[in-house]
T-cell receptor, first 112, second 115 residues
Framework: NAGVTQTPKFRVLKTGQSMTLLCAQD?????MYWYRQDPGMGLRLIHY???????AKGEVPDGYNVSRLKKQNFLLGLESAAPSQTSVYFC???????????FGSGTRLTVV | AQTVTQSQPEMSVQEAETVTLSCTYD???????LFWYKQPPSRQMILVIR??????QNATENRFSVNFQKAAKSFSLKISDSQLGDTAMYFC????????????FGAGTTVTVRA
């Protein structure tokens, strides 16, 4: 089925470790996004991309980096994980956005 | 980011009854979109309904309808004939137009439908 695929679905990291979350979409969407979801705070935008080779900062970009080398993939990196980055991370894509996003199923990340 | 406020952290409703979720937003923009997303326990985010700010008519999708009050900056969601499968967290979201496709979300309202 067409959609947005996130890997991994769960991960536990130790403080200071690094990792990359992978997001892939097969709908040829131009726009891609990374959000984090925390209790009582809804979803907050980390970084986004408006096309292949472009990235931009969202509301909470500190401690994260992203890359979009191919149109279908959007990678989120944590260089030195901190407990404050414990969260559920969602990737989403859209062709324009005004008809809403297609979301991945999320990655639950725990940093100990 | 635009401010989206959902003042009801949790709501409970009996099966087959109606529940209304509130959402207010703060913006100086005149042209924008509003959305309601549903997040069931599976964690998947599902689009429920969308509203274009320049349209006076309230959007409806089957048992889901909105009450959009532009002057009051209010966008409530009504779930009619509630079903057990409606149990989920519901998020209100705002998107500025044109050409700004970032969504700003509220904190969410957890809805529990009782059998």
């Amino acid at each position: 089925n067409a959609g947005v695929t996130q890997t991994p679905k769960f991960r536990v990291l130790k403080t200071g470790q690094s990792m990359t979350l992978l997001c892939a979409q097969d709908m040829n969407h131009e726009y891609m996004y990374w959000y984090r979801q925390d209790p009582g705070m809804g979803l907050r935008l980390i970084h986004y991309s408006v096309g292949e080779g472009t990235t931009a900062k969202g509301e909470v970009p500190d401690g994260y980096n992203v890359s979009r080398l191919k149109k279908q993939n959007f990678l989120l990196g944590l260089e030195s994980a901190a407990p404050s980055q414990t969260s559920v991370y969602f990737c989403a894509s859209s062709q324009r956005g005004d008809y809403g996003y297609t979301f991945g199923s999320g990655t639950r990340l725990t940093v100990v | 980011a635009q401010t989206v406020t959902q003042s009801q952290p949790e709501m409970s409703v009996q099966e087959a009854e109606t529940v209304t979720l509130s959402c207010t937003y703060d913006t100086s923009e005149n042209n924008y979109y509003l959305f309601w997303y549903k997040q069931p326990p599976s964690r998947q985010m599902i689009l429920v309904i969308r509203q274009e700010a320049y349209k006076q008519q309230n959007a409806t999708e089957n048992r889901f309808s909105v009450n959009f009050q532009k002057a009051a900056k209010s966008f409530s969601l009504k779930i009619s004939d509630s079903q057990l499968g409606d149990t989920a967290m519901y998020f209100c979201a705002f998107m500025k137009r044109p050409n700004d496709y970032k969504l700003s979300f509220g904190a969410g309202t957890t809805v529990t439908v009782r059998a």
